[in-house]
């Protein structure tokens, strides 16, 4: 067998993006604001400030990822999936979403997680290795991160159904990314939502690459243009465009709010990093179609616009910036200051009630810490 390293696969440039070239914007990658004709009122409310505390998630967020990605090369954490360059695509979509809203995740969408209102110091424990969850879902409307990959299309299928027999006018929202629409629990979602008519989101981050494998051999045809099959209306949008991405995300909320049921988004972004911290995506990609995307950073071009529009002074930069490092300090010391779990805290919450199974294993376990005591 071979050693030699298979030749870097393209995904796609951002010019050569089928999916992209018809996405719906409103913020160009210059900076200027447009009016796009049948999403841009879903935003009119967003003006000067409010686009600012948006730069400031952003910016936040970003600063958090790189944060973690060191506290893992310093092995504090023992992996982390970094979500530079989705920033537009996370925080766009969170804050459409309602307090009573309800969201299910995979691993990366840590921007969401941080719009939801879960802490930093929270987004650690499970890294670190810990703990099996690092928050209460119900305190911030947002279940802890899936590593299964599309099983939180199911979750979020369920839970609207769920909201609809209560008479509930909240709604779900599942956010994936290009792989796990090949995965069957993201069409059983489908099938579910659209028969049933749930009110739940489907939020696909369509970051072109599924570890290795470049979005072009996941489908010959666009991720949104799947949910058609099913039954459910879908959109594409620029993904890095966070104005484009929080209109969207509020007409099919509100789509869903109105008894019309399911959405499919498919917001068309980049993963400018590696999979996980774990992964070297030089091995994978040519490094022109980094570059190409990377001319296409969420943060510069909301940093362009607000430059031109005189709002984002080099006093606002800084008060965002140190934000930003307060942030990441306060997740860095509760990292390294988090205590190491008591081993017998492993049987804990396995069952609601007591299981002899559970004793028995518990009664075991300790016998086998207490030989390592004996051999010293």
């Known amino acids: 067998m ?4 298979a030749a870097p696969r393209a995904s796609g440039t951002p010019d050569s993006d089928p999916a992209l070239r018809g996405a719906v914007r409103i913020l160009t990658p210059s900076g200027e604001r447009t009016d796009e004709p049948e999403y841009g009122c879903q935003v009119a409310d967003v003006d000067d400030e409010a686009l600012l505390a948006l730069h400031d998630d952003m910016v936040v967020v970003r600063r958090i990822d790189t944060e973690a990605t060191n506290l893992q090369r310093q092995g504090e954490l023992a992996l982390w999936p970094p979500l530079l ?88 929202i599942a956010y994936f990314g290009d792989g796990a629409t090949s995965e069957g629990d993201a069409s059983e979602a489908l099938v579910f939502a659209a028969t049933y008519k749930a009110p739940v989101v489907f939020f696909c ?105 005189g709002v984002l002074t080099d006093e606002r930069r800084a008060e965002t910036q140190a934000h930003a490092d307060q942030v990441a300090k306060a997740m860095r010391d509760a990292c390294i200051g988090m205590p190491d779990p008591d081993p017998m805290s492993l049987f804990e919450h396995v069952y609601a009630e007591p299981h002899s199974d559970i004793d028995r294993q518990r009664t075991r376990f300790a016998a086998y810490l207490d030989s390592f005591e004996d051999a010293r």
Not at 122 to 142: E, F, I, N
Not at 209 to 237: H, M
């Open 85 to 172: 360059g989705q920033e537009a695509a996370q925080i766009g979509s969170a804050r459409a979403l309602r307090s009573d809203d309800f969201a299910f995740t995979s691993y990366r969408e840590n921007g969401v997680a941080y719009c939801r209102g879960v802490t930093p110091a929270q987004l650690m424990p499970v890294w670190r290795g810990v703990t099996a969850s690092g928050w209460d879902p119900y305190s911030v409307g947002m279940a802890t991160p899936q590593v299964i990959i599309a099983a939180q299309t199911l979750h979020a299928t369920g839970y609207a159904l769920g909201l609809q027999y209560d008479g509930s006018d909240a709604a779900a």
């Open 205 to 309: 981050q369509n970051n072109h690459w599924a570890i290795s494998e470049p979005v072009t051999l996941q489908s010959g045809s666009s991720l949104a243009g799947r949910a058609a099959g099913f039954g459910v209306p879908s959109v594409a949008v620029d993904g890095n465009d966070v104005l484009a991405v929080m209109a969207v995300t509020r007409a099919a909320l509100a789509r869903a709010r109105a008894g019309g049921g399911p959405s499919f988004i498919e917001a068309v972004t980049y993963r400018m990093g590696p999979h996980t911290t774990a992964d070297d995506p030089t091995r994978y990609r040519e490094p022109a179609e980094l570059e190409a995307w990377r001319r296409m950073d969420p943060i510069d071009r909301v940093e362009k616009h607000l430059v031109s529009r």
């Open 2 to 5: 071979s050693n030699t390293v």
